[in-house]
């Protein structure tokens, strides 16, 4: 979009997204921590465990979605297609705190788990889904995933393969 659009206009169209998809994480119960291009990195929960972080995120990714098809209608006429959306979420253990130096210290998490979950959303281009999780999720958040493809995804930078469940379209999600 940014080949063909102006920086201004590209910045509002950005803009929008973050708000849109912001107000669906935090809304679900998240933070928002990390905004990356058109990327954004969001940690479920901190304060309430993993289970209902877990459900949290999920309920999430329905928002996202949702709020995207309705935010690319609003703005139908200024984009040349729909915006799409590829969401990835892990769960497990991480070191979660403020980070940085100077006047830019912000809360976010590192470790294994939050490199799963940007590996989860990379993975979404090759499925054309929506959503890949990880089967932790499903077991965490109580929800039965197994209507849905399960695969075991190698990822980049780590040993063994992580099961995982591909959500076509989050609508279709219990």
């Not at 997204?17 to 912001?22: K, R, S």
């Not at 459900?55 to 935010?71: C, D, H, N, P, T």
Request: with cysteine.
């Amino acid at each position: 979009m940014a080949e063909h659009k102006l920086p201004y206009d590209v910045v509002f169209v950005l803009n929008r997204y973050f708000e849109t998809v912001g107000t669906a994480i935090t809304q679900a119960g998240g933070v928002t921590n990390q905004f990356t291009g058109d990327g954004v990195m969001a940690l479920f929960g901190i304060d309430v465990g993993p289970a209902a972080g877990c459900r949290q995120a999920l309920a999430a990714a329905r928002a996202m979605v949702e709020g995207l098809a309705s935010l690319s209608a609003e703005l139908a006429g200024d984009l040349p297609a729909p915006l799409r959306i590829g969401i990835g979420i892990h769960a497990g253990a991480a070191v979660v705190g403020r980070m940085g130096w100077g006047q830019s210290f912000y809360l976010t998490a590192v470790g294994d788990t939050v490199h799963v979950a940007a590996r989860l959303e990379q993975a979404t281009k090759d499925y054309h889904a929506e959503l890949v999780v990880s089967e932790d999720v499903g077991r965490y958040a109580g929800i039965d995933l197994s209507a849905f493809r399960r695969d075991d995804l190698a990822v980049r930078n780590r040993a063994g393969r992580v099961p995982v469940r591909v959500i076509t379209r989050v609508r279709e999600l219990p």
